[in-house]
């Protein structure tokens, strides 16, 4: 008796489907996609054998590249703009919608605050080139948060970070200074944050090799 033989017969997958949800997952990471913007401070940091983790938010976070200008920021976006609106107020400093939008947009600034807003009114172009000379820190100085600008001797990161610990009291410390940094003034962030009771903080640095 023959055997019955089947039809031989192409499978064929439509793809379409598939092509479909690859675009739209596409156009949905283009679209919410946030670019991260140019760092104001390049450091290098030095190697340590020494190894502890740093929260993954709510972090503050002071840099010392290895012309020894001090930058700081806080991760913290509603911490970032009460920062703002606080210095402000309190060095009677204008701010329109940009430049609000700006300073949100920075991770971390380093300018004397009698001139942030001159900075933040820049114009894009501008701005991109603008050398931020680093945020005021002297240790000796008699006035550290409020009364701005009443004693010549002004400690303007000490002020910072009274104002950023007083909104967000959850804030942890980082120092993150370049390995050619001057000594001296990497010191004069440790007083600072010892006379504005901030005893806890890391320092930041890379793992060291166990070659070397």
């Keep these: 008796m023959p055997k019955i033989q089947m039809k031989k017969q192409n499978i064929r997958m439509d793809m379409t489907a598939m092509c479909d949800v690859a675009f739209l997952l596409l156009t949905f990471f283009i679209l919410t996609a946030k670019f991260k913007p140019q760092e104001p401070v390049q450091v290098e940091i030095p190697s340590s054998g020494a190894v502890t983790d740093i929260p993954p938010k709510d972090i503050l976070l002071i840099s010392v590249d290895k012309e020894g200008k001090l930058f700081m920021g806080v991760d913290d976006k509603p911490t970032r703009q009460a920062m703002l609106d606080e210095v402000a107020k309190r060095y009677s400093i204008g701010l329109n919608g940009d430049m609000q939008k700006r300073f949100m947009n920075m ?65 942890r410390i980082a120092v993150k200074a370049d390995k050619d940094a001057d000594y001296g003034k990497v010191d004069a962030v440790i007083e600072t944050l010892r006379k504005t009771n901030s005893n806890r903080f890391n320092l930041i640095t890379s793992v060291k090799n166990e070659k070397e």
């Design 107 to 171: 991770d971390q600034f380093g300018v004397p605050l009698r001139q942030l807003g001159q900075m933040l009114a820049l114009p894009a172009a501008d701005a991109e080139r603008f050398q931020q000379p680093g945020l005021v820190c002297n240790p000796d100085a008699k006035v550290l948060p409020g009364n701005a600008g009443v004693d010549t001797a002004r400690n303007e990161l000490g002020e910072l970070i009274v104002i950023a610990r007083s909104i967000n009291p959850a804030l």
